[in-house]
């Protein structure tokens, strides 16, 4: 999947990957794409939560090896 | 005779039609009002307000990760530090302990060696913990090399978040003339020094209030 800007959140805990996710939104226009990568398994629900919560929709949500990777859309 | 039959029915018209068209307002107010509420409930900011009153390393973590992830979500935050909660606003945060001893629901692990090694779990006797010397200095040592490994964040790199995310410092006025506090020991970022009578009406409108 395409995206504007990648955020590394890996071998960040709860609620860091959540936290940095937010302040690398601020930073985006609206429609870009962000990617996030993170080893906090805590994280998969928490985004989908923040996702629900501010109204960015999250695109994509999946693991691979032993990193969770998001596509979250700025509104 | 007749008069009276064709007033009777215009009567009961009336009434039908009444009836008729209260009907269709208590439909038509229900259909908008609750178009109306899901509205106003979209564009409201939920709030949060947090009352801390523990100033060791160990409790000065659940205000600042549910007060920095609160504001990540867009709420309004505000946190009320009381008592040893006052701690938390200091300039200095490198002097926060965490003590053991009469704490004994807390995990005693090494952070570092081997996984079988970092698994033991150290039950040591509470008169053994108290005559050891700079024994609490020694877990709080522990604690943070264990927070680091982790990758959670330290205590201060949270609060400047909470502040860069606009959650509202709020400390108790009270706590600080009775232990002797001074205005400038605290971060300037401190919002205000107030009490209950200023922190409570503010929690009264919160979704989410809670005491930590």
């Not at chain 2, 009153?53 to 609160?70: M, Q, R, V």
């Not at chain 2, 090494?110 to 150290?122: E, N, R, V």
């Not at chain 2, 959650?167 to 971060?187: E, S």
Request: hydrophobic share 45%.
């Amino acid at each position: 999947m395409d995206f504007d800007k990648e955020l590394d959140a890996r071998g960040l805990s709860c609620p860091l990957p959540i936290l940095k996710t937010k302040i690398a939104l601020n930073g985006m226009t609206s429609g870009q794409v962000l990617k996030v990568v993170s080893t906090d398994a805590g994280s998969v629900k928490d985004m989908e939560a923040f996702a629900n919560q501010t109204g960015n929709p999250l695109l994509s949500s999946g693991q691979e090896n032993k990193e969770f990777v998001f596509h979250i859309r700025k509104k | 005779m007749d008069t009276h039959v064709e007033t009777t029915t215009g009567i009961a018209a009336g009434e039908a039609l009444d009836r008729a068209i209260s009907e269709r307002i208590d439909a038509l107010l229900e259909r908008r009002l609750e178009a109306k509420l899901a509205e106003i409930e979209a564009a409201r900011t939920p709030s949060m307000t947090i009352i801390a009153t523990k100033g060791t390393l160990d409790w000065a973590y659940p205000p600042f990760i549910l007060a920095s992830t609160g504001a990540a979500l867009g709420w309004d935050v505000s946190v009320f530090f009381t008592f040893y909660g006052l701690e938390l606003l200091k300039k200095d945060l490198s002097k926060l302990k965490v003590s053991p001893l009469g704490n004994p629901a807390m995990p005693m692990k090494m952070p570092m060696g081997p996984a079988w090694f970092k698994s033991i779990q150290w039950n040591i006797p509470n008169a053994v913990q108290s005559i050891i010397p700079a024994y609490e200095h020694f877990a709080t040592k522990m604690m943070k090399k264990t927070i680091r490994n982790q990758g959670v964040a330290p205590i201060a790199d949270l609060r400047a978040m909470c502040l860069e995310a606009g959650v509202k410092l709020i400390a108790c006025q009270m706590t600080v003339d009775l232990f002797g506090y001074r205005h400038n020991q605290f971060i300037p970022e401190v919002k205000d020094f107030v009490g209950a009578a200023s922190f409570l009406p503010i929690a009264k409108d919160a979704d989410v209030s809670l005491f930590i």
